[in-house]
């Protein structure tokens, strides 16, 4: 086995703590550490500055503390191609899409583990708060044990082949752990913020980014019933179980989304957030991934949005390559374009994308 | 790992009798040289030793020299400068679309100050024609300014004949020299030239120091203001220390001109030569006969500039491409694109590679091994 002297690791840093303590870690387990910064999207604020320059500014300014050579890349156009598009795509077709998802299965886990295996790397290294297991051969992913932090979500389209050539210094960490190392060594992003939302949007307005690349085709609020209660501006700024900007008014229980009706452009509204038309018993996924073979049909857990707490399913693979999940117990505001991911305990099994709602062994038409 | 320096377009090492020249500078002469006091006087006349020969490197007189903080400040002052003060002679600057980014962004702040610019093209052997240089002469044209050698594909640009066809217009001339000052044979009178930058730190001088030769015959205006120094055009108090580092770099430029020219082309030549023994597939961007011994800008089809310049530097050798975005991403060359278009993908595969003094013909070897190396596993 190579010494880890001889083994070099490039490392995906951000500018954010989490991938300068990787890098850290490394470095001290004497690995030949390599940091790359991708640059995934072009864009200026408002003073013509490049917003990647000041994330850029910290990988370079930690790499110095780190001595360890720095580098960037540019994934601006594969990101857009494969990211991006489907990201406007699934806004279209009225979904609400996981680009962090897809982001990691395209981009991070794959132009970028190609660039990095070119630069003769053995591994490539994130910040994600996930831990890779070699079971005898079997490469599997498990959780982060830092609960919160967890990110298997979003890595749940990567194979146990890629997972080969992964490493995930942070998995064994809690987040305080990982800010409490990153200030015991000065890092200079130790106490800088953690990114919030999409990272191409930021800080900004969702709804008017938008807007810049989607026209908005406003149309009516409607109950299921038929009762109109409104206007919507445009059925992408919505999605399932949501409940601010509706600007319903009145007595009683909140209004929610329940659903969209892209055809006649209506977006159905529901009273009380445990409104039964909320609620579904099982889905369909497409865009399968299993990280290790699974059987037919079997048991395990799921999440269906980040940050959720597990619940028991029954998944049965379909002949088209999609699989139908049954739930153990019913479901709120399960939501079309979203990830659904199975877990076995720890194990990270795979997931897919969440393509249809099914209540009482029927589709939910009007969830979209 | 040894490590192997090829990038000697953008800085070089200084030479050890610069350095030798500049540590007693530093340790003893602290004088201002505006003071008219001993201290001062001795300061003033390291400065004024200096500007001696800067100006005998380029047959000026010592008044038309300015010295400058570098390359970048003496294109400024050069084209703002005269563009400012000869604004009642005209309103329009001609310039190319292959400038050194020094230039080429002054021209276009020029043009948010209300200038119009006129952006020459250039052909794909990364030379500007001086027919359309004469095309774009207006009555109003005050300036041109159009480098000497383009400093990322080493092209030598047809400076007499543009001071040619310049002799009998109003427009001054300036050119960027910092690619050529130190190899090629330099008249400023002879050549037609009015304005001319020259940087130290890439002709192993210290950094932090240039100068713009402006003819006496010019009208220039100031961009800062403060003291009396550089008579007015650059007031600050002058880096003597760095002024007598730069003239020894002058003087060992002048004295070595020919012999240096000649080592950088054989280097240039055994590494090309060399690529070629293992079998490297390359294309040379520019016409190799009118480019400067230092810099070859190679195209190596089938890779990525990103993928090739890390490798370099992961495997000790450095070199460089185009200009990096403030994100540290490599942008795709202006130059190139302007050469081969914006689509060719010479404009995404291709690294510059420059020579000089920390080159030996055994090092440059090597380094065209590794290179080849890099090249055949990344297009395999």
């Excluded at chain 1, 059925?235 to 399932?240: G, N, Q, S, V």
């Excluded at chain 2, 001795?42 to 500007?51: G, I, P, T």
């Excluded at chain 2, 130290?200 to 009396?228: D, M, R």
């Excluded at chain 2, 055994?270 to 400067?292: A, D, H, K, M, W």
Aim: net charge negative.
């Amino acid at each position: 086995m190579k010494s880890n002297s001889d083994t070099r690791v490039v490392v995906g840093m951000s500018g954010g703590v989490d991938s300068s303590v990787a890098a850290l870690l490394l470095k001290e387990q004497g690995y030949d550490v390599v940091g790359i910064f991708m640059k995934n999207w072009d864009d200026t604020d408002e003073n013509g500055v490049c917003t990647a320059t000041e994330d850029y500014d910290d990988v370079v300014r930690v790499c110095n503390q780190l001595d360890i050579p720095y580098f960037a890349v540019n994934f601006e156009k594969q990101y857009w191609e494969k990211v991006f598009t489907y990201f406007l795509d699934e806004y279209q077709a009225g979904r609400t899409p996981n680009p962090d998802v897809m982001c990691n299965k395209e981009i991070k886990f794959k132009a970028f583990l190609d660039h990095a295996m070119s630069l003769g790397a053995d591994y490539l290294a994130t910040g994600h708060y996930a831990q890779v297991r070699n079971n005898d051969g079997t490469f599997e992913m498990l959780r982060g044990i830092d609960d919160n932090k967890d990110q298997t979500y979003f890595l749940n389209q990567l194979n146990a082949e890629v997972l080969e050539k992964v490493m995930f210094p942070l998995g064994h960490l809690n987040k305080s752990e990982v800010r409490q190392i990153a200030q015991e060594h000065d890092l200079v992003t130790a106490s800088k913020k953690d990114s919030t939302g999409i990272c191409f949007i930021g800080e900004r307005n969702f709804k008017e980014f938008l807007s810049e690349y989607l026209p908005a085709q406003p149309g009516t609020m409607k109950t299921l019933d038929g009762v109109e209660k409104g206007r919507h501006e445009g059925l992408m700024y919505y999605t399932i179980g949501q409940r601010q900007g509706l600007g319903i008014g009145g007595s009683g229980e909140p209004w929610f989304v329940v659903g969209k009706d892209l055809k006649a452009n209506i977006l159905y509204v529901g009273q009380g957030f445990h409104n039964d038309k909320l609620y579904s018993d099982g889905l369909i996924a497409s865009e399968v991934n299993w990280i290790n073979p699974v059987a037919e049909s079997f048991t395990c857990t799921a999440k269906f949005r980040y940050r959720q707490k597990d619940s028991g399913v029954t998944v049965t693979k379909m002949d088209d390559g999609n699989v139908y999940v049954a739930f153990d117990e019913t479901q709120r505001a399960i939501t079309p374009g979203q990830a659904v991911v199975f877990y076995d305990g720890d194990v990270c099994l795979g997931g897919g994308t969440i393509d249809e709602v099914i209540k009482n062994e029927s589709r939910l038409d009007y969830v979209g | 790992m040894n490590h192997i320096y090829l990038d000697h377009a953008a800085t070089t090492p200084m030479d050890s009798q610069v350095v030798e020249a500049m540590n007693p500078v530093m340790t003893n002469i602290f004088g201002n040289p505006s003071s008219v006091h001993s201290f001062g006087r001795k300061a003033r006349q390291y400065l004024d030793d200096s500007r001696r020969v800067m100006a005998g490197s380029i047959n000026a007189d010592e008044k038309e020299i300015v010295f400058t903080s570098g390359g970048t400040e003496a294109d400024n002052l050069a084209m703002i400068g005269t563009a400012l003060a000869n604004q009642a002679k005209g309103n329009h600057i001609i310039t190319t679309v292959q400038e050194h980014h020094a230039a080429l962004h002054t021209a276009e702040n020029l043009e948010k100050q209300g200038f119009e610019v006129t952006y020459l093209p250039v052909n794909d052997k990364g030379c500007v024609n001086v027919d359309d240089l004469t095309a774009s002469l207006r009555d109003d044209t005050i300036l041109v300014s159009i480098m000497y050698v383009n400093n990322e594909t080493g092209v030598m640009q047809p400076i007499e004949a543009i001071g040619d066809s310049l002799k009998d217009h109003q427009a001054y001339f300036h050119t960027d020299a910092v690619q050529a000052f130190g190899l090629l044979e330099i008249d400023v009178k002879q050549l037609g030239i009015d304005l001319l930058t020259v940087s130290s730190h890439k002709i192993n001088g210290p950094k932090g120091i240039g100068f713009l030769y402006v003819s006496n015959a010019v009208k220039i205006e100031a961009l800062q203001f403060g003291g009396e120094q550089e008579r007015k055009r650059r007031p600050g108090t002058e880096n003597v220390a760095a002024a007598v580092g730069f003239k020894k770099a002058v003087e060992l430029a002048v004295r070595n001109k020919a012999e240096r020219s000649e080592l950088y082309a054989a280097y240039k030549n055994q590494f090309l030569n060399r690529l070629s023994e293992n079998g490297i597939n390359y294309e040379i961007n520019g016409v190799p006969e009118q480019t400067i011994s230092t810099i070859v800008n190679l195209s190596f089809p089938g890779t990525n500039v990103e993928a090739l310049l890390t490798n370099f530097d992961l495997s000790g050798i450095s070199a460089s491409s185009g200009s990096a975005c403030t994100a540290g991403s490599v942008e795709p060359s202006h130059v190139l694109s302007a050469m081969y278009g914006k689509d060719s993908d010479r404009t995404t595969n291709s690294v510059r590679f420059s020579f000089g003094l920390f080159n030996t013909e055994e090092n440059v070897m090597e380094a065209a091994d590794r290179v080849a190396h890099i090249v055949e596993r990344l297009t395999k």
